[in-house]
């Protein structure tokens, strides 16, 4: 019998449906998989038994010829921002250890009831603040790749969904939801050679996602390839009443409108993301990027995107203001921690407990975010940054009178070391430069794989869409991956 | 208002106040702002809250659209702006009320801009002076949980009941100058909120409080330091706490002090203010558009559904009671101070009644039953329809007036009794219907004229107030049962012959 | 602008974040470097511009006036970390 775990979504669904394999044999082999893979800490919470009892469902649906939804029998892993009723649910962090939700988010909500099951809540970076996954108060990610050298250095998954896209890269699941609030699908998709996609602000639901930024949030899949992220994004996304935000729009089919010809359209390479000294590597991917896409029949257009350099420093202001607000519920009072020291009042309580309880970047971010929203200060930094933020919009409405896509480098780089850059968070902010821009504008972008530097580690393209264009997305990322003929996988050590 | 103005004597001479007013109101709804909990009174501790309102990881505010309409309604009925644009923001600060950790209000964008209302400094007086009282702004707000400090000796215990209840935050401008006027303010923006009925204005369950922005100056010189006196939940303890912050903030100035701009605490047994030190470090609050929002966009649709359905407010109602319905100026004011008089009088109406007749009748009899019952008029055992059939047996001759009121009287005690008996009922069982049998009545002022030789004599003299005596005597003999109008016009026969 | 330890205490109170002596030294330089290079944005010319309020076009849905949610006390105080009956507990607050 053929390694089930080496399967992803869509053949996972087809050889259920079909009876090729059961989806409790499915659900078995990784829950296997993530028992073995303890040394990344993929998993903050592993659920073998919700895995199996959806697989279980599903393949009782199937025995009696019920109609199977569009994830039925594909065992998940979920990112540990999504509430889960009964389950754990962190967001990665001290402040919210133990706490078990008595409900569930939307989003899961709708992949249960679309048959996928639940192996386990994934790492990432505390409160998705972070693009390491080393900012987890439950330890690091280890991304099962490294580099051609020889040696063994632990490498960076990206973050935040770090341990979403490590575990899809060593098999730990077939796909796995992400957030993504200022690249944290992408990025980490990017460097562990997986797919992933944000789609348009407001097509998930946020609803039951502990929030980082409510303007800038966005949930999507991390799945092998674009098929399975269209399988899935079809099953996460949806109007959902209980977000003021969410859009009142019908779900498109993606997975049926899935084309890699892309005669008539247009693909615009913006100027100003060729930054002075881009990385060699990442430079030919992307000129490989430019050639696939025009095999597939694109035109190719030279774009301006005027404020990109502005697009960082916005979201280093807009971001943290907002989390600084999201995440003053956390005070010790109704749920989570609580450190009351002898004798201490209710305000010393929510001081003593919000400094146990949050991460050194939670605890930057907040204090960034405070400071630009305070008095004085809040129309230098806030309203400025949201003006910035409204011009770069612009900009992409400019480029879209030229083009119908966006193609650029998902991330500046490879996968780099742990370590090599948690003393700097400014060079840790600037890892998401290629990413930030598309999010600051609400608009829908992916990350497929480009290839592979010289150190033998993956690189990711980033496609950019118009609001709403999801399946322009998705096609263009097929398009390359026909075309780029990614098959590397990380060498198993773990 | 009668220029009588306002001034504290100082030892440096006299000083004028200056006070504006944040009221809070609380929006009637059945659910709240942001939440699908009920928004009702009461209720076990803890059972009015949802996800929402305790603030669970990932829990998102979605607007109630009756709060809106209900703010949008009041500020209608003060002439305000209404702006179809407006935005909710976030009032960031920690306090174990506040679950989210932000208030979500409007500080840039309220929803009602400036308008005004008419006070009258006493409501029943017609001479007495109106004066206009700016409104800045409303805004719509979510109010706080409630903290327990009785409980527990060394805890203060969490309601979350109230939390996200919907709020409108009415706030003046500065323009009250005495603790009288800004009594009559609050008592004329409960009775506007009533008619609209946004707000049940219900000061003792906290449905109305009010925040007192009181600052002193020498008479017309600059404006001084303000204080904030938060949560004064009644209409006396506005003017109290106005009257003894002002005397406060004289005292300190005169002393050489310096007046802090701090929120403070309204002590109604002690008779003082004291500053609320756990709201000290509170005032940057970080106010900045709520991302989990978007912008409110009113439609003409529904801004016309909201004018359409205001009913006719106390000044247009008082207006028309003098000039169409007749009523004297007094009665008119008395009516249209509270919407429930208004609207116990309008039904009445309804059901036939002569406005004259009913209003006379509902501000003496009625009033001077429930006084003494010690009821309000939503408590009146007595409704309209009950007070229209008795009104009608008077206006048809049916009853007299003096026998209406032992009608009324009996009704009440078997009101008491828990099984009222209507007015015709009593009537007819009693046999209290008036005679105008011309035979019967001639009859008796014989007798009358008979029984006082005396009085006759004086009145055939030309003493003819004494009429009214012998009208009395007849009424008396036939123990009240006599049409008056018959009786008049026989007695005047009878004493010209 | 620029920040100095004081300014660092003070952030650090309203953000109710206790924060050590070192700490706070520390976190002057991380924050003046995170700052200094945000203000860049105030070179990019603004004039004319709205602040963005909505991402994608979108407008304010109103819910229906009906009660649909509350009483669920139990889940409410499912993770209280103080619970006291049917309350939550804190440490007392005197006004
Ligand atoms: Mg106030
Ligand atoms: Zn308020």
Redesign the interface.
Known sequence: MTDLTKLGVAAIRSGVANGDFTAVEVATAFNANVAAAKVLNAFIVETPEKAIDAAKAVDADRAAGKLLGKMAGVPIGMKDLFATEGVQTTAASHILEGFLPTYESTVSANLWKAGAGMLGKLNLDQFAMGSSNETSYFGNVISPWRRNDGGNAALAPGGSSGGSSTAIAARLCPAATGTDTGGSIRQPAAFVGISGIKPTYGRCSRWGIVAFASSLDQAGPMARDVRDCAIMLEAMAGFDPKDSTSLDLPVPEWEAGLSGDLRGKKVGIPREYRLDGIDEDIAKMWDNGIAWLKDAGAEVVDISLPHTKYALPAYYIIAPAEASSNLARYDGVRYGLRDLPDGAGLQDMYAATRAAGFGAEVRRRIMIGTYVLSAGFYDAYYTQAQKVRALIARDFENAWAQCDLILAPTAPSAAFGLGEKTSDPLSMYLNDVFAVPASLAGLPAMSVPGGLDKQGLPLGLQIVGKALDEQGVLNAGLAIEERAGFTAEAEKWW | MTESTYRIQGATGEWEVVIGLEVHAQVT????LF????AAYGG?????????????????????????RQAVRTGMAINAQINKWS?FD?K?Y???DL????QISQLYHPLVGEGAIEVTLDEKDPDSLTRSIGIERIHVEQDAGK???D??????????NRSGVALMEIVSRPDMRSPAEAGAYVKKLRSILRYVGSCDGNMEEGSMRADVNVSVRKPGGELGTRTETKNVNSIRFVMQAIEVEARRQVDLIEDGGTVVQETR?FDPNKMETRS?R?KE?A??Y????D???????LDDAFLEECRASLPELPDAKRARYENELGLTAYNAAVLTAEAETAFWFEDLLGHGVDPKQGSNWLLSELFGALNKLGKSLDESPVSPAQAAELLKLIADGTISGSIAKLVFEIMLETAAQGNMKGAAAIVEEKGLKQTSDTGAIEAVIAEILAANPGQLEQYRGGKEQLFGFFVGQTMKAMQGKANPGVVNELLKKALSS | MSVDKDTVNKIARLSRIAISDEEADKMVGELNGILAWVEQLGEVDVTGVEPMTAVIPNHLRLRDDVVTDGDVREKVLANAPAREGSFFGVPKVIE
Request: proline share 12%.
């Open positions: 709804s059945n659910a709240k939440s699908g909990a009920s076990e501790p803890n059972s009015h809250v949802s996800l929402v309102d305790a603030a669970m990881p990932g829990m998102l505010p979605v607007p109630n659209r009756e709060c809106i935005r976030r960031n920690f306090y174990a679950p989210q950790g932000y903290l327990m400090h409980q527990h000796p060394t805890m203060s215990y969490v309601d979350l605490l609320m756990s470090d005032h940057d970080r106010y900045f558009p991302p989990d929002l978007l912008p409110l966009d």
